[in-house]
């Protein structure tokens, strides 16, 4: 009976251990396997050149989330199996929840997938100082790629000086808004250029009603970086150990919440685990500032009769002294796997992807992409359903990133998420706060 | 089987190997052969793993780059790491409220279901449902119940008469307690069965015996059913320790360690060094204190057992 006790608690408390030692494993492998899989993918790029007029194509891996549910990655992939006959793409779909976790674990075990989609800014950083991503200077150089309309994000997301992965998607907040509750209130629609304090103001106008039936004139969702970001500019980062500009941003939040009470309170967002297009679906909220993408969300929704609300969209506001027309933005890079079997194939497919054809392509199915010109910017805002004056609120000058381009951003992104947690909720004071913030960060930083 | 018995199992008899007649070393081997299959899975998905985990946890190691030797320095770095002090504390603070409160939860569960009475199983059914119940779901529908503003709680609560009932798992101060009542009503049913299997085993003579003797209920219950229920007792609170130490699953989905780091226990902690921050030789470190935790309660427990665990 005692061993069998003794036996029982020792195999579950390995469970952990296990974990560890399967990537252990997984790592032996990768030195082995390096070497074969480089000279593997110098021969087929040139039996590639060869296979040009006929033979079997090439075929290349390509990881990605929710392949199913998105609507565009299918999409592109047929047009770059159209347009390159001798490259087949093999998709290789993770689910979204667990997609950030399984890719380090993937790449760490010498897997010679091809391309790989950067799901999250930290996974990036993460890859790079673990030297698992394709450095892709040389092949931008060769393929004489024009860097200028991706705004500068390329240039935001190189490390040491170099690139890892071409933007696809490079998302920024816009402020979204219910016509419809805004002619109720009889008061105009939110301008390009408003401040943060006319927006507390506006959200005083629009609020109304009481219980379940109350309208709120903000929505102010929970993650952290729709917070920080309004902090932000090109002096103020995420990653220095400094947290005292965000001072007035979460002073704004919460007079918004508690004093105005025109904003759902964080904690019940958090603990119903409210969706950040629930309320405005259900036209219980009147304005919400939230990303670029949120426009397609809202148009397949109404094309699927989920919802009918009447919208329109602004610059999201700012605060005095900043410029509306520079954008915090995140993107979305497509990166190469350092092992790729094929990489000359991979950057001929992350090149269709994440340039004019694949913009175009991304543009036109309602999605903002990294790569903007003139034709994208005009596909995007000719797609049905985009309100009137879209142009406007999505053009700017230029942008900073929200990303931390350190390679300890997740550990970073968890302290800045449990101090947010903890001031919202009222459990710390701002200042309190951001001190305990600034203090783990700093430490986690300079061990 | 006694710790004893296999020793004298894997040691062949009385260890006197020369003694030893060729049918004590076939039955030996027979033995062996039995033992193998569970051997080698425990050897490789069990004591493998723990030897390497001991390894890792002296060195440092972000699953790609190679690894570094850095001698204590993870055990080093755990006296100032605030994180690890909190999960430390957060998973002492929910095993002693935990580990008391299921055991007389489940025993008062099995004392009212160890009747002859129309539909009992019925009953027990229910009782260990949740144990079987997904626990994903189970993490939804009590976040519903504890939503701090339309949940079903507050609003019983606020029919009372509290005007400001607790924010639950939207609080630093009740999000534990909410964990602690939810594994509790999951897991009773489970050790239900336990202490149920226990009460049957003792004979139904002592009861009447006693009452011969003119011992109430309550005498009754205090001198013969908790004597007679300690080996199930002391069974329990080993099981129900350790699960309570390598609580995860429950935080995982309830709170994410929330708000801030209210919730945030060991192997919480240890799951976000590995798989968030890439550190897997100092989350090794964290999980060989784990294993030395559990490894010296599980020791007290057994040393105590002779003073207070009467076996008939």
């Not at chain 1, 931390?404 to 706060?433: F, N, R």
């Not at chain 2, 100032?80 to 409160?101: A, E, G, H």
């Not at chain 2, 609003?155 to 005007?163: D, E, P, Q, S, Y």
């Not at chain 2, 129900?240 to 390598?246: E, M, R, S, V, Y």
Request: net charge negative; proline share 5%; glycine share 8%.
């Amino acid at each position: 009976m005692k061993l069998k006790h003794l036996m029982k608690k020792t195999a579950a408390l390995t469970c952990i251990a296990a974990c560890g030692v399967s990537l252990l494993t997984g790592c032996s492998s990768t030195s082995a396997k390096t070497e074969p899989a480089e000279k593997q993918g110098a021969a087929q790029t040139e039996n590639s050149d060869t296979q040009k007029g006929g033979g079997a194509p090439v075929e290349i891996t390509f990881t990605v989330w929710d392949y199913g549910t998105t609507d565009y990655w299918k999409v592109l992939v047929e047009a770059f199996e159209k347009e390159n006959p001798d490259i087949k793409v093999k998709v290789t779909d993770i689910g979204g929840t667990d997609y950030d976790t399984k890719i380090p674990v993937l790449l760490s075990s010498g897997d010679t997938s091809d391309v790989i989609t950067i799901k999250s800014m930290p996974i990036y950083t993460s890859l790079v100082e673990k030297n698992q991503l394709m450095p892709l200077d040389d092949m931008v150089e060769k393929s004489g790629l024009d860097m200028a309309p991706y705004y500068g994000s390329d240039e935001g997301i190189k490390i040491g000086n170099q690139l890892y992965g071409l933007p696809f998607r490079n998302d920024y907040y816009l402020l979204y808004y219910n016509k419809t509750l805004f002619d109720k209130a009889g008061v105009d629609y939110p301008s390009n250029d408003m401040t943060w304090d006319e927006y507390r103001e506006l959200a005083k106008k629009l609020t109304s009603g009481e219980g379940n039936d109350k309208v709120y004139g903000s929505h102010l969702h929970t993650w952290p970086g729709s917070l920080y970001r309004w902090g932000m500019d090109k002096d103020h980062a995420m990653d220095k150990g400094d947290y005292q500009f965000l001072k007035p941003v979460y002073e704004l939040f919460l007079g918004i919440q508690n004093e105005d009470k025109t904003a759902m309170d964080y904690g019940t967002l958090k603990t119903g685990n409210v969706h950040y297009s629930g309320p405005f679906y259900k036209e219980q909220v009147a304005m919400e500032p939230m990303g670029t993408w949120f426009a397609n969300l809202i148009i397949n929704a109404k094309n699927k009769g989920e919802t009918s609300v009447e919208w329109g969209a602004a610059k999201a506001p700012h605060f005095e002294g900043q410029d509306p027309n520079i954008a915090i933005s995140n993107p979305t890079p497509i990166a190469i796997n350092k092992n790729a079997a094929h990489p000359e194939e991979a950057w001929r497919f992350i090149q269709f992807m994440c340039s004019e054809p694949g913009a175009d392509l991304l543009a036109s199915l309602g999605t903002l992409p990294a790569y903007q010109n003139e034709k994208t910017i005009n596909t995007l805002v000719n797609v049905e359903g985009m309100p009137e004056g879209f142009k406007e609120a999505i053009t700017v000058d230029s942008f900073v990133l929200e990303c931390q381009m350190i390679p300890q951003a997740g550990a970073v992104d968890k302290i800045i998420s449990e101090e947010h947690d903890l001031i919202m909720l009222g459990a710390e004071t701002i200042d309190d706060g951001l001190d305990n913030m600034a203090k783990r960060i700093q430490k986690l930083l300079n061990k | 089987m006694d710790l004893e018995d296999f020793k004298i199992l894997i040691e062949g008899g009385a260890g006197n190997s020369i003694t030893m007649t060729k049918q004590k070393v076939k039955n030996m081997a027979m033995a062996y052969i039995f033992l193998l299959p569970n051997l080698v899975g425990f050897l490789i998905f069990t004591l493998i793993p723990i030897v390497c985990s001991m390894g890792l946890s002296f060195m440092e190691w972000d699953s790609a780059n190679p690894m570094v030797f850095v001698g204590f320095e993870n055990f080093k770095r755990l006296w100032t790491d605030d994180t690890f002090k909190i999960s430390l504390w957060n998973t002492v603070y929910y095993s002693v409220f935990t580990v008391p409160l299921t055991m007389a939860a489940a025993l008062g569960l099995a004392i009212i279901l160890n009747q002859k009475m129309k539909g009992i199983n019925i009953f027990r059914t229910i009782f260990f449902f949740p144990h079987v119940a997904s626990l994903v779901a189970i993490a939804v529908v009590w976040n519903l119940l504890f939503h701090p503003t339309l949940g079903p709680v507050n609003n019983i609560l606020r029919f009372l008469g509290i005007a400001n009932p607790p924010g639950w798992t939207s609080s630093v101060d009740w999000a534990m307690p909410v964990i602690i009542i939810v594994s509790i009503w999951k897991s009773m049913g489970y050790y239900m069965i336990l202490y149920l299997s226990g009460l049957q085993a003792i004979p139904r003579e002592l009861y009447e015996a006693a009452k011969v003797d003119g011992a109430n209920s309550f005498q009754r219950f205090k001198s013969i059913t908790l004597p007679m229920l300690t080996p199930t007792t002391f069974f329990v609170s080993i099981m129900l320790t350790i699960a309570c130490f390598k609580v995860f699953d429950l935080v995982s989905v309830m709170t994410n360690g929330g708000p801030g780091r209210a919730t945030n226990v060991l192997v919480f902690n240890i799951y976000n060094t590995a798989f968030i921050n890439y550190e897997f030789g100092y989350a090794s470190a964290i999980s060989m204190i784990l294993f030395i935790i559990v490894l010296a309660i599980t020791i007290v427990q057994f040393r105590a057992e002779k003073k207070w665990v009467s076996y008939m």
